[in-house]
């Protein structure tokens, strides 16, 4: 079967690619002729991944999937979430938005948080979603070089570093995005 | 492994039992000791799946599993949602829920609504959820005699007939509720 992953970016469609069982040919946005940049207008993170997905699906009739992810910190009423990677503007600088985060919770006692990655899947109009979630704290500082976004201030439960301090391997091991797509590989391995 | 399905209803767990791979040992709440019932507080679905999930977990140290099904209607702004069981009131009566629905929807045009069953699933605190989702209409009245709650006015897309007038198997097939645990099964068989 062909199954689109909604996404124009090439390391995360072979990432993917490489744990799929071999009769689902995995086709990119840019394979089926999609150039444009999909809406992400909804205002949850399910809301964005299943938009995405009923997209590719109305505009090009294939069976697919995509990913949203967000940051929810219990001390910001599950703020920056959905917004997470336009925290401190439409520029979505990462540097910027993890800025903004550290000061907003300047004084905070509670620095619980949880990272969560929603997949939509969408099989002629049959939709699942694979949710994984990684709950940790939100540190005081920065801390770690490896990862991108608000790794290097997440400190994932049951561990003392934070997601930038962690290689690829252990932070795929733990994490939000990680849990997601092992579900997705599972329910298409079946 | 032993896992408890967070569930004092012995169908359902007969159902999913038959299902598993047979090196998961399921467990009932009663299994357990827990004759409580688990208080669903949340103001989500995904939130009162968790919240379950977690309770079992914190309170008796057991991986685990909790479900919560919802429907969401359109022209409703998403009513009734997590509210689906108790819409008419608190003593959960499905034909006051239905009648209220009905009521809620006279004269509007637009019928759209899915069902939602997420389940949570919280493995050593890992926490992943697997949602089915299951797009339909709000038929004018009611139709069928099968199933329950609001079976007899929701009509999945591309039938013509409403959940309470498909036999069992059919409806698990199409169904939020199917769909949902078929992910969770996949995942666990694996």
């Excluded at 072979?14 to 990119?28: D, N, V």
């Amino acid at each position: 079967m062909e199954l689109v992953f909604a996404t124009h970016n090439k390391n995360k469609l072979i990432e993917i690619k490489a744990l799929l069982p071999s009769h689902i040919k995995l086709l990119s946005l840019d394979d089926i002729g999609c150039t444009e940049e999909i809406p992400e207008t909804a205002d949850t993170i399910d809301g964005n991944a299943i938009l995405k997905a009923e997209y590719v699906r109305h505009r090009y009739g294939y069976d697919c999937f995509a990913d949203d992810t967000g940051l929810e910190v219990e001390a910001l009423a599950g703020a920056p979430g959905v917004y997470s990677a336009r925290y401190a503007g439409d520029d979505k600088d990462p540097k910027e938005n993890v800025k903004k985060l550290l000061k907003q919770m300047k004084g905070k006692e509670n620095r619980n948080a949880r990272f969560k990655t929603v997949i939509a899947l969408n099989l002629k109009d049959n939709e699942n979603l694979f949710t994984g979630i990684c709950k940790g704290r939100i540190t005081t500082e920065e801390r770690g070089e490896n990862g991108f976004g608000y790794d290097p201030v997440f400190q994932p439960k049951g561990h003392q570093r934070t997601f930038a301090e962690m290689d690829l391997s252990e932070k795929s091991e733990l994490s939000h995005r990680g849990k997601a797509f092992r579900a997705l590989i599972s329910y298409l391995s079946k």
